[in-house]
């Protein structure tokens, strides 16, 4: 193992002296991040190469007017709100879904599932499921959306939010002061998606794309194969994590999403509208459709709070940057996404990477 | 949130699973993988079999999330 670690840092070491500048490479995976904290990595690294955690944490990258919207469908007492754990801590209009006096019960649910027997279960409310998530997440919704369909389950709908994770790398890279030079991309996303759906951010931006696991031998090996294509000058595309993650990934998955959903262009917390980066449902699944049933259309909102997680997102600030981490901001008292969200940067950098980082 | 653990199809009726990953089970659904079969190692995600894993691999992970779980609970960590 100390052989491959030090091949890996050999890599390193040598593009940085190669390139005679930083060398910036994002990851796109909360559980990256969070990996990437907590084995220490970020700290053992040559010192003109940074780790940037970008967009990879589904709840740090729904929008404020989707959160609003949230809590506005919880004021109403003849719904049930089901959600991931992940979403009720997100600070919105008045407070979270922890903390506002809602009218609507609010349940959390580990799988769709669960939304989906709540209906059974709860005739007399209309069960609206909060469905966040990337391209991991996203078929989980669109089975139970399909059976309700075929159950005729009338009481139960969805709020749309998912995300795809290709459009914002490449929103990102579109950006002029953009400062990327790969990309380490997810691996549970690309379970689904497979690793040749980044094969467009080769070709299209001329940056490496390495698809690594999350144990730590993973993450060091991907980064040290992004560097030994950035030396070599030839961006490639290239999976490490074989173990899961094959080029065409899960047809299956990738079926049901396209029988359900259609990508449309979504608001994203920090990069704004993106083309084609949300899942909608489609026209024949319209009446579990909860934007179409409550005829609620989500609107940019300005964020006053003085949070630059947008920024943190996007790669261009860390988050000791942002005036409020630390003080105003913590995961006890988050104001921004970032920092509810355990996978989030600013919550990694605030658990592991306070000390380490000084 | 992405974050899919190794698990073991311990039941199966059509696509109605139970899984067991270090000892926890739960019910869980094998919809967006038909080929899983009873006994099979698969990757879980949000109640949802998405891939399958071998053993070596789901060890692992098992391992780390072991390894986080712990560190999560040691009182005086040094790095945070």
């Given at each position: 193992m100390l052989e491959r670690i030090n091949k890996a840092q050999g890599l390193m070491d040598a593009a940085c002296k190669k390139m005679g500048r930083q060398i910036n490479i994002m990851e796109v995976c909360g559980t990256h991040t969070v990996a990437i904290f907590r084995s220490g990595i970020k700290s053992n690294l040559p010192k003109q190469m940074k780790l940037l955690s970008g967009p990879g944490c589904p709840v740090c990258v729904t929008d404020q007017g989707y959160i609003d919207i949230v809590l506005q469908l919880a004021d109403r007492d003849d719904l049930l709100i089901a959600t991931y754990?992940?979403?009720?801590r997100v600070p919105g209009k008045g407070g979270s879904l922890e903390t506002k006096q809602t009218k609507a019960n609010i349940k959390v649910v580990l799988s769709s599932e669960d939304a989906l027997q709540l209906a059974k279960d709860n005739p007399d409310k209309t069960i609206v499921f909060i469905a966040v998530g990337f391209e991991t997440t996203a078929p989980a919704t669109a089975v139970v959306v399909k059976e309700a369909a075929e159950e005729n389950i009338k009481n139960f709908c969805i709020l749309s939010g998912h995300k795809l994770v290709v459009p914002a790398m490449r929103a990102l890279l579109s950006e002029k002061n953009n400062n990327i030079d790969g990309f380490l991309c997810p691996g549970h996303v690309s379970v689904i998606?497979?690793?040749?759906?980044?094969a467009e951010i080769v070709e299209d931006f001329d940056r490496p794309c390495v698809v690594a696991g999350f144990e730590p031998l993973q993450i060091i090996e991907g980064l040290g194969e992004i560097c030994r294509q950035l030396s070599a000058g030839k961006p490639e595309l290239k999976s490490i994590y074989t173990a899961v993650v094959t080029e065409k990934g899960n047809t299956a998955a990738q079926k049901i999403i396209d029988e359900c959903f259609e990508p449309v262009d979504g608001l994203w917390r920090g990069l704004g509208k993106i083309k084609k980066s949300t899942l909608q449902l489609k026209d024949k699944y319209s009446q579990f459709d909860a934007f179409k049933r409550f005829d609620i259309t989500e609107t940019p909102v300005e964020d006053t709070?003085?949070?630059r997680c947008g920024e943190v997102l996007s790669g261009?600030?860390?988050?000791?940057?942002?005036?409020?981490?630390?003080?105003?901001?913590?995961?006890?008292?988050?104001?921004g996404p970032c920092m509810v969200s355990s996978e989030g940067a600013c919550a990694a950098w605030f658990k592991y990477g306070r000390k380490r980082q000084k | 949130m992405c974050l899919a653990i190794p698990a073991r199809i311990v039941e199966l009726d059509r696509d109605n699973a139970v899984v067991d990953a270090m000892g926890n089970r739960w019910r869980a659904k094998t919809t967006l993988l038909p080929e899983a079969k009873l006994g099979d190692l698969v990757l879980m995600h949000a109640g949802f079999a998405i891939s399958l894993v071998d053993e070596e691999e789901a060890r692992e992970t098992w391992q780390l999330l072991a390894e986080i779980a712990d560190f999560d609970q040691t009182p005086n960590k040094i790095s945070g």
């Open positions: 754990g992940d979403m009720i998606i497979g690793f040749g759906a980044f709070s003085g949070c261009l600030i860390e988050p000791p940057q942002c005036a409020l981490f630390e003080k105003s901001c913590t995961p006890q008292a988050p104001v | -």
